[in-house]
Nanobody
Framework: VQLVESGGGLVQPGGSLRLSCYASGITFRGYDMAWYRQAPGNQRELVATISSGGSLYYEDSVKGRFTMSRDNVNNTVSLYSNSLKPEDTAVYYC???????????WGQGIQVTVSS
C-alpha cells in the first residue's frame, strides 16, 4: 500500500494550493479518505474527510475555504485550499481507512507553508 501526496509548497497568505494524494495497493473506492495536518509542536489534527460514498466533513477552521474531492477512477483524492492563512502552515498527511476497523494507511506527508 502506498499513498503519495503532492502539490505542497510555499504560498502567500490569501493564496491557494491544490494537494493531491494517489493511492495504490488498495481497492480505493472501498476506503474512506482523509486529510490531516500537523504543525510544529502540535498534535496531528483532522482537516477533512470524504467517505467511500462521497459524504464530506470539514473541520471548522477550514469550512468554506477548503474543498475535498475524490476520483475513484484514478485513485486520487484532492484538497483544494483557498484563502490560506499562516495558521494553515503544517505538514499535510493523506489517510486511507475502513470505517469501524483498524485498517488505516498514511502517506509520508507534504509541507505547506503560508508566509509572506
Amino acid at each position: 500500500v502506498q499513498l503519495v501526496e503532492s502539490g505542497g509548497g510555499l504560498v502567500q497568505p490569501g493564496g491557494s494550493l491544490r494537494l493531491s494524494c494517489y493511492a495504490s495497493g488498495i481497492t480505493f473506492r472501498g476506503y474512506d479518505m482523509a486529510w490531516y495536518r500537523q504543525a510544529p509542536g502540535n498534535q496531528r489534527e483532522l482537516v477533512a474527510t470524504i467517505s467511500s460514498g462521497g459524504s464530506l466533513y470539514y473541520e471548522d477552521s477550514v469550512k468554506g475555504r477548503f474543498t475535498m474531492s475524490r476520483d475513484n477512477v484514478n485513485n486520487t483524492v484532492s484538497l483544494y485550499s483557498n484563502s490560506l492563512k499562516p495558521e494553515d502552515t503544517a505538514v499535510y498527511y493523506c489517510n486511507a481507512n475502513i470505517r469501524k476497523t483498524t485498517v488505516s494507511y498514511w502517506g509520508q506527508g507534504i509541507q505547506v507553508t503560508v508566509s509572506s
